[in-house]
């Protein structure tokens, strides 16, 4: 059998579904169906479902596994990121300071950044998803969501306590901040869901360590973030209120 042959028999197997594998067969390259493949046939998942989402730089996709686990399937693209600005937040972390700074490298450290960061975030008590396995430019993790359904993100369904919300906020970014010594760097409504109103945190490639020279600036920008999106919502705050109650937990959590 060819190689081309072989490759679409695969790619049967593990996208049954006609319309997804045409929408892959179209948006990736071979190495990326390699990739995919590799993790497949270690067990991480069986089949991809469906697309959760098409993205700047990354396509998630709805997985399961032999034992009918659902995972979210995280490709993250070697053609169309901002591959300049990636480099930026690898380069000041000292994990991934030596990564080479062409595509194909920032890419895949890219993808084991956010794995690193996942496990990191779990560790410190933030509600985030468990990440299962990486290879290359593809990352699987834990999916968040009910009966394969994916939880929408915070922005498009909003808690009715926002008094709560604000809580678990100041808490996630007061953990990352003085336990994990991380600093999200887009932190966003965008970038939380709400899985039957309890708030998960997504999206933490960018993340970096405090030690990053950016730190600061990035910080400074999720302040503003959450100041702006609780203010809109009647709580009104400032960047350095939150500042400070993120502070204000450093002893407590
Ligand atoms: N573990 C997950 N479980 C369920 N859905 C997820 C998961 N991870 C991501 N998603 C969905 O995919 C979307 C995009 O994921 P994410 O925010 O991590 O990527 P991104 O880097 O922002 O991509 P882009 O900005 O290029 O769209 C999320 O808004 C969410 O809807
Ligand atoms: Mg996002």
């Excluded at 697309?51 to 032999?66: P, Q, Y």
């Excluded at 062409?102 to 794995?115: C, G, S, T, Y």
């Excluded at 290359?136 to 359904?149: A, D, P, Q």
């Amino acid at each position: 059998m060819s190689n081309e042959k072989k490759e679409e028999f695969d790619l049967r197997k593990f996208v049954p579904e006609e319309e997804q594998r045409k929408t892959f067969a179209k948006v990736f390259d071979k190495r990326t169906i390699h990739a995919l493949h590799k993790l497949a046939s270690r067990g991480y998942f069986d089949i991809v479902v469906h697309v959760i989402s098409t993205g700047k730089e990354a396509h998630v996709f709805l997985a399961r596994d032999s034992a009918g686990n659902s995972r979210a399937v995280k490709i993250y693209k070697t053609d169309t990121s901002d591959f300049n600005k990636m480099y930026e937040y690898l380069h000041g972390d000292r994990r991934f300071g030596k990564v080479k700074r062409n595509k194909r490298d920032i890419v895949f450290a890219w993808a084991k950044k956010e794995f690193s960061n996942l496990l990191l975030i779990n560790k410190v008590g933030v509600s985030c998803p468990m990440p299962i396995a990486f290879f290359e430019n593809v990352l699987v993790m834990e999916f968040i969501g009910i009966n394969e359904i994916a939880s929408p993100a915070l922005k498009e369904k909003p808690l009715e306590d926002i008094e709560k919300v604000y809580k678990t906020e100041i808490d996630f970014l007061a953990r990352l901040l003085f336990k994990a010594e991380l600093v999200h760097a887009d932190f966003s409504e965008y970038n939380i869901l709400n899985r039957n109103n309890e708030l998960v945190l997504i999206d933490v490639g960018q993340a970096v360590l405090t030690t990053h020279p950016e730190t600061e600036a990035f910080f400074e920008r999720d302040l503003n973030n959450v100041a702006k999106y609780f203010s809109k919502k009647g709580l009104k705050k400032t960047a350095e209120e939150v500042r400070a109650d993120v502070k204000a937990l450093k002893e407590k959590i």
